[in-house]
Nanobody, 124 residues
């Protein structure tokens, strides 16, 4: 069992940046994805990083603005979010997958463990 804990969310203004963290003991074992879910919308894939950090992939909607990284010595995966806009308002989740699935990493059903989420609110 892996317990993922997200942190770093909050209320920011348009154009600001935030860095989210996803911490878990043993996180180095997993490929880690970030998702978000806005009210009334489906959970949306944002980014994934492989074990060891050799492979990364992003949704087109955040490519160039968001950066995923990991520090296994700190048992943490990060999501750096720049140039935030009101449309980025959502609950942000990290999730762990034993396998790196390439394009299939966008599918929430492929993930074995989820965190509880952290709220990000961007005001205009």
């Amino acid at each position: 069992q892996v317990q993922l804990v997200e942190s770093g969310g909050g209320l920011v203004q348009a154009g600001d940046s935030l860095r989210l963290s996803c911490a878990a003991s043993g996180i180095s074992t997993f490929n880690i994805g970030w998702f978000r879910q806005a009210p009334g919308k489906e959970r949306e894939f944002l980014a994934i990083i492989s074990r060891g950090g050799t492979m990364r992939d992003y949704a087109e909607s955040v490519k160039g603005r968001f950066t995923i990284s990991r520090d296994d010595a700190k048992s943490t995966v990060y999501l750096q979010m720049n140039s935030l806009q009101p449309d980025d308002t959502a609950v942000y989740y990290c999730a762990a997958d034993f396998a790196y699935r390439g394009s299939a990493s966008t599918n929430t059903r492929n993930y074995d463990y989820w965190g509880q989420g952290t709220q990000v609110t961007v005001s205009s």
